[in-house]
């Protein structure tokens, strides 16, 4: 679990606004759930044979509740969208989130037991076309944060019986190989015999290769959604791959499956920046209304490490110099009046030097110190002077604050950047 200092945060909220402004463009809307659940709605949604609910989640009881810190967002989504009958006000639900979630896992780079995720659901609509959408969405998205080297993986689980008939053929063919097979593998065989394929284990991994693949298995409905998730994608030009071994973590999906993964150098193994797919089964598994679904999450410190964004230099625009006692009251209103003209504005109340103030300016990235002396508030003016033209001008205090504002704004437009 870590702490994010504030010269980190500015790539942080660069990041979190990109998400939520693509968001908006999509049409989502935020939700906000909490971030402890009954313990049984993760368990009933996550499937009691995965990693994350066998290992990873940090579970306690408290008077006689069993609750868990939510170690993924979409179990407390379908939770809110049932219980608060979403779907009987409208057919098509887009929400996205954004939060903190919770895994003991053993941390490693890109890894941590509280991570961030910012992630989207569409409830009710069940054709491949809002698939395709959001894998497309997110390649832009990815575009925008300035990720390089994306991969784009897809497959398809087919519903529920072709699961079954998959999961029955893997069972033939790992049983009489059981001896070969890593011990958490041997476990699977028993329990989730479809994670075998995702294992990271050499001696799981030979014998993988030959396993069959869920696109012998698929119905004609799957396969007539995967090939138009397929053509769909195409149409829009979103590159991609198709990964028939893609099978993910997480028990609750069917149908299309799809993960991005970014740069392996910067990364290494955690190099999935994000993951998604279809549960079209799990809201009426929760109680809920018979609506199919689709969604993905997208860990927020990967995308940091991935991502070539900067943050923004400079910290002000403007400072402000007071020499003197005398001049700390004027100076606060100065910069009250620069902040009401949109202009980013600290002032040395702290006092001291006009070295000392010039230093502490230029360490913020100011563009321009409005001096205050004693002779400045006898006549009425301050001392302007620009720190990127090297010039010092006597202004009257009131005409400062709209010249100051005027050419900050007319240089920060040449430099195209955005205003605060
Ligand atoms: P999942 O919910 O397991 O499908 O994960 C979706 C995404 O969340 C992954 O692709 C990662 O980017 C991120 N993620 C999952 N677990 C962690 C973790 N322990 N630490 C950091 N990021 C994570």
Redesign the pocket.
Known sequence: MNDVLPDEVGRWQRVEQTFARTMTLYGYREVRTPQVEPTPLFVRAIGDTTD?VEK?MYSFEHHGDALTLR????AGAARAYIEHSVSAREPVTRWWYAGP?F?A?R?QR????Q???V?AEIFGDEGPGCDAEMIDMLVGLLGDLRVPGLEVFVNSLGGPETRARYRAALVGHFTPRAASLSADSQRRLRTNPLRILDSKDERDQALVKDAPAIHEFLDAGDRDHFARLRAYLDTLGTPYAVDARLV???DYYTRTLF?IKGAHEKLGA?N?????GRYDSMVADLGGPRVPAIG????????LIASELDTPAALVDAFVAPLGEAAIGPGLVLARDLRREGLRCEVGTRGGSLKSQLRRANALGARVVLILGESELADGVVQVKDLEGHTQERLARDHAVRIVADRLVAASRGLGKERP
């Open positions: 994350v990873e170690p993924e967002g979409t979630m895994r896992e941390p890109g890894r941590y037991r991570f961030h995720q992630g993910r973590g997480l993960e955690g999935t920046l994000l993951g998604g993905f999450a997208a860990g927020l410190e990967r995308l």
